[in-house]
């Protein structure tokens, strides 16, 4: 009892000098001083967003019209369109996908669920990070080394989509293994508990919860791998293409082609690059125009990966 | 397994009055566990008897519930954990080679602390471990075994309207006993269950305690409790566990009348943990 009450004692004679309201009213600024601060960076970043969105708008919605979409490029700025670049935009992302999210979604998941944890899995967690970091203009050296000289390849759509797959190949991953993890262990023990293998508690129960955040993971590197130019133009992306490639879809029996893969192309970043490092405002003004449905097509994907997350989750419930 | 230890098991649990008569369904000999290096387990021996309840009781971090998950061998499912010893169903070796530890959890359900349902609806829940098992040929057949199962989890009634509608939009207690009908549906010799009701109102643990009661018909049943009241009332033998030791074991009521070990004197009159 003694002990406790001294104890008392000291505790309220250290507090007494900090208790004053001077060193009170200091903290309270000092706090409203932060609290500036952060709001004020936060503005730097939405400002900046506000103010390229209204410059990109001032300059390009004029010449965003049906035609712009349905011309190709063109000497005269005014005729000039992005048929062959967001045709050739399409189709890249489409191969990115079709190669980068199986072979993403596989390697997260067996990184997580399968892999033991030894030296091996070290190196490749490792690595993967790693990979997420290297500047993109690197996957573009590696791509002309390995797919267009290596494998003969060429300067084609497939070149540059298993140059974007393997660029986002980490964003994949990464975000498959998140997902995989937040899946809570009670869920995995229950489906044990019944005598449920390793594969019937990943495929049933594991990715079924795990999907909204890799669908996310999904979404966001391919509208990493849509803004892209460097490692294009490092492989050999056309600049000016006045030609679509070839229809996949053909009159004749299979009715299917492929050679649409080995065409030559170009993407809408390439094509805004083209025509703002051109002299003349004309041309100018159709960059900004391809920028707005770049930075369209972007954040609609974005919205869509926001939206299926929340849709997901909501069906989810522990 | 290190050594083979051979067990004569006796017929008739030793001591039990409740218990009496019921032949051995589980043999564990030496039963210890490690994760990593820490030493979770020391040595457990001890025999479950058939078609009735026993009690796993102690303090909190006394192995426990790490014994009760070796008799499912549920702490497979952890990297880090070593189990040594012989532990015997029916006279099976459960770690023997020949066995597939997908059909032992098949024959030995587990109940967790927390209701953990699966995101699914009321019917899948449950049909969910006969249909990977194969026990249902045809649709009426698992809806059979849907029914059976969530009556005998006494659940049926307040479950038969909304079959469809997901598993978690239950109650706590009705979780619970989601969770008890989905280990039932896959039809069971044993049943674990890792302190079922600690999550739960007194309301809802009284119908979990009485739907043990009703189990015990069928199925072996091995409870770890937090709650000394609740191993009384519903086990007919009980074995307190003690810094990874099981300490003393006896029929549930000579347990709570005469304990024989001082530290379990300690325990059950609350004077520690």
Same mark, same amino acid.
């Given at each position: 009892m003694a002990g406790s009450a001294l104890r008392a004692d000291v505790i309220s004679e250290t507090r007494a000098p900090g208790?004053?309201? &001077?060193? /009170?009213?200091?903290?309270? $600024?000092?706090?409203? #001083?932060?609290?500036?601060?952060?709001?004020?960076?936060?503005?730097? &970043?939405? /400002?900046?967003?506000?103010? $390229?969105?209204?410059? #990109?708008a001032a300059d390009g919605l004029p010449r965003l019209s049906w035609d712009f979409f349905t011309s190709f490029p063109s000497r005269r700025a005014s005729a000039a369109g992005i048929l062959s670049a967001w045709v050739g935009s399409v189709l890249v992302i489409l191969v990115t996908a079709i190669i980068g999210v199986p072979l993403g979604v596989a390697a997260g998941i067996y990184l997580e669920e399968y892999a033991r944890r030894n030296w091996m899995t070290n190196i490749i967690e490792i690595n993967v990070s790693n990979l997420a970091a290297v500047p993109s203009i690197v996957y573009g050296l590696l791509a002309l080394g390995l797919f267009v000289y290596g494998l003969g390849t060429g300067r084609s759509i497939l070149t540059a989509g298993l140059t974007l797959a393997l660029l986002i190949l980490p964003i994949i991953i990464v975000a498959t293994r998140e997902s995989i993890r937040a899946v809570p262990y009670s869920i995995r023990e229950a489906a044990y508990g019944i005598g449920a293998t390793k594969g019937q508690v990943t495929r049933d129960h594991v990715l079924p919860a795990a999907i909204p955040g890799v669908l996310t993971g999904i979404i966001i590197g391919l509208s990493r791998a849509l803004g892209e130019t460097a490692p294009l133009i490092t492989i050999g992306a056309l600049t000016f293409i006045a030609f679509l490639p070839d229809p996949p879809i053909t009159s004749e029996f299979p009715f299917i082609s492929f050679r649409w893969l080995f065409d030559g192309f170009t993407v809408l970043p390439i094509q805004a690059f083209n025509w703002i490092s051109r002299p003349g405002s004309d041309f100018h003004a159709n960059a900004a125009a391809a920028g707005l449905v770049l930075l369209a097509l972007t954040l609609s994907l974005n919205a869509l990966a926001i939206v299926l997350r929340y849709r997901l989750r909501r069906r989810l419930q522990w | 397994m290190n050594q083979r230890v051979e067990v004569a098991a006796p017929v008739v649990a030793a001591g039990s009055d409740d218990a009496r008569g019921r032949p051995i369904k589980i043999v564990n000999r030496d039963v210890n566990v490690w994760y990593g290096d820490k030493r979770a387990l020391h040595d457990v021996s001890i025999d479950i008897p058939d078609r009735a309840v026993t009690a796993f009781i102690g303090p909190s971090g006394c192995g426990k519930s790490t014994f009760l998950r070796c008799m499912n061998r549920m702490n497979d499912t952890i990297p880090s954990a070593r189990v040594t010893g012989t532990i015997e169903i029916d006279g099976q070796d459960i770690h023997d080679r020949s066995l597939d530890v997908v059909q032992l959890r098949a024959r030995v359900g587990m109940v967790f602390q927390k209701p953990n349902p699966f995101a699914k609806s009321i019917y899948e829940n449950v049909a969910y471990g006969p249909r990977i098992h194969g026990l249902a040929r045809s649709k009426a057949e698992l809806d059979a075994i849907v029914e059976q199962s969530l009556k005998r989890a006494a659940l049926w009634d307040e479950a038969k309207d909304r079959l469809s509608q997901p598993g978690t939009g239950l109650s706590g207690g009705q979780q619970q006993r989601l969770c008890i009908a989905r280990a039932i549906a896959v039809d069971p010799e044993v049943i674990l269950m890792d302190e079922p009701a600690s999550a739960l109102d007194p309301i809802a643990t009284a119908r979990i305690e009485d739907l043990i009661d009703e189990l015990r018909q069928n199925y072996t049943i091995v409870i770890v409790t937090h709650n000394m009241q609740q191993a009384a009332r519903v086990s007919q033998r009980t074995a307190f566990f003690h810094l990874g030791k099981l300490v003393e074991e006896a029929s549930t009521e000579r347990m709570f009348t005469a304990p024989r070990d001082k530290r379990t004197q300690d325990y059950i009159t609350g004077r520690f943990g």
């Open positions: 208790l004053d309201a &001077g060193q /009170i009213r200091g903290r309270r $600024l000092r706090e409203k #001083l932060f609290i500036a601060c952060g709001l004020a960076s936060t503005l730097v &970043g939405l /400002i900046a967003l506000s103010f $390229l969105l209204f410059d #990109l | -």
